[in-house]
């Protein structure tokens, strides 16, 4: 499959009131980059594309560089490719180059590279750099990282200070690194109550951040009732 391919039989497979449902999620990107796909018709022809580099690798590398894609849809797909990649220097290098061209949380959520997770201390030490980006959507990505894979078995209390200490105002679009924070705090008080409650006790986060971080934890089917009734204390 070649790249003009992929968006040949992604505008097959538009979906024009799908495009518009769609485009009021991510509303700080054009709509006109929206072509309108469901994600399953995007993970197949993500599977597909890779499939095919089987024979002609040269036309996923070619994808691969060519940055900025024009398209939302394409660089789903190509974040969704990325993933698959098993050789772990491969992987690592096609991540940091895809990171900086994220514009919107939809390409930037969900999507976690395991063969990276094969290393989980190279890994973390990425993370670490990735959290000091100047670019909101790699520290986003970092930040969703720590908390889809570090907040179990692997999770250390550092973690939490790394993320607290993430500097949300040097962003201009902050809202989506405060929105990450506050959800990343939220997930912490449900799986590590006892290591990330003393964060929201001595407020570590800065107002808004802190009250999303307890609004999410109370909406949570994962936190009990008395820590909810507890965190609602800590509102300020």
Not at 13 to 27: E, I, M, S, T
Not at 68 to 79: A, M, R, S, W
Request: hydrophobic share 40%; net charge positive.
């Amino acid at each position: 499959m070649t790249h003009a391919e992929l968006v040949k039989q992604l505008f097959e497979n538009q979906d024009l009131k799908y495009r518009d449902f769609h485009a009021a999620l991510v509303p700080n990107i054009s709509k006109d980059t929206i072509i309108g796909v469901r994600v399953p018709v995007l993970r197949r022809l993500a599977k597909e594309f890779f499939k095919s580099a089987q024979s002609d690798s040269a036309q996923l590398f070619k994808f691969f560089d060519k940055l900025p894609h024009k398209y939302f849809e394409e660089n789903q797909i190509h974040l969704m490719m990325v993933t698959m990649i098993k050789d772990y220097e491969e992987c690592l290098s096609r991540t940091e180059q895809f990171l900086p061209y994220i514009d919107n949380w939809a390409v930037c959520d969900g999507k976690t590279p395991k063969t990276l997770m094969s290393d989980a201390p190279r890994f973390l030490k990425c993370i670490a750099i990735w959290l000091k980006s100047d670019h909101p959507y790699v520290v986003r990505f970092a930040i969703n990282m720590l908390m889809d894979q570090f907040l179990d078995d692997r999770f250390d209390s550092k973690y939490l200070k790394w993320v607290a200490a993430v500097d949300i105002d040097r962003f201009k679009e902050k809202y989506y690194v405060q929105m990450e924070v506050a959800w990343y705090f939220a997930t912490a008080l449900a799986k590590q109550w006892d290591a990330a409650v003393p964060y929201i006790e001595s407020r570590k986060l800065e107002p808004w951040t802190h009250n999303k971080a307890i609004q999410k934890s109370i909406e949570s089917y994962r936190v009990s009732d008395e820590h909810k009734a507890y965190l609602r204390t800590l509102k300020i």
